[in-house]
Antibody
Framework: EVQLVESGGGLVKPGGSLRLSCAAS????????MNWVRQAPGKGLEWVSS????????YYADSLKGRFTISRDDAKNSLYLQMNSLRAEDTAVYYC??????????WGQGTLVTVSS | QSVLTQPPSVSAAPGQKVTISCSGS????????VSWYQQLPGAAPKVLIY???KRPSGIPDRFSGSKSGTSATLGITGLQTGDEADYYC???????????FGGGTKLTVL
């Protein structure tokens, strides 16, 4: 069964950096586009970024303004999100999700990022 | 402010039917497939409907989806208490080159 396991979340001070990872298993990772979606406490889902197979196309939410970088390592079946200049409003659960075409067909359990002094 | 507009909440009695609307524009719903997600309390989202009206294997036919113009609708029949959750619509916005979600709708089964 498809598994996506996020890691790397935690408490970070404003202005700090964090790198999230998503370990994928039980599917051919290199064939799929992958995504990050976040959810602030008590709020709705917010799309963050997408990366296509072979990293050919990369997309980001405008609100991130160049602070986040998505990447993938197909040899390690892993997806990453480098987050810099973190702000309090970046506090959220970050989900890794696989693209099943036009939708997100599998989701990880999420990793919590808390930005606070 | 979400790009897609959903009602904040809906409610109905067990066994009844409910619909949840999702309104967008020509750059998103009007020209792209819509998907719907169910998020149970404390859990990750799960896809219920994709490509406007298709159900993944394992999703009961009590759940249905439709799209007309720049709006989409999720229907749930035979409501059960276990259906209490937050529901989100999602699609791609071709003008923004970004994924977009509705603000979410909380379903209460009275």
């Amino acid at each position: 069964e498809v598994q996506l396991v996020e890691s790397g979340g935690g408490l970070v001070k404003p202005g700090g950096s964090l790198r999230l990872s998503c370990a994928a298993s039980d599917f051919t990772f290199s064939h799929y586009s992958m995504n990050w979606v976040r959810q602030a406490p008590g709020k709705g889902l917010e799309w963050v970024s997408s990366i296509t197979s072979s990293s050919r196309y990369i997309y980001y939410a405008d609100s991130l303004k160049g602070r986040f970088t998505i990447s993938r390592d197909d040899a390690k079946n892993s997806l990453y999100l480098q987050m810099n200049s973190l702000r309090a409003e970046d506090t959220a659960v970050y989900y890794c999700a696989r693209s099943g075409g036009s939708f997100y067909d599998f989701w990880g359990q999420g990793t919590l990022v808390t930005v606070s002094s | 402010q979400s790009v897609l507009t959903q009602p904040p909440s809906v409610s109905a009695a067990p066994g009844q039917k409910v619909t949840i609307s999702c309104s967008g524009s020509s750059s998103n719903i009007g020209n792209n497939y819509v998907s719907w997600y169910q998020q149970l309390p404390g859990a990750a989202p799960k896809v219920l409907i994709y490509d406007n009206n298709k159900r993944p294997s394992g999703i009961p036919d009590r759940f249905s989806g439709s799209k007309s113009g720049t709006s989409a609708t999720l229907g749930i029949t035979g409501l059960q208490t276990g259906d209490e959750a937050d529901y989100y619509c999602g699609t791609w916005d071709s003008s923004l080159s970004a994924g977009v979600f509705g603000g979410g709708t909380k379903l209460t089964v009275l």
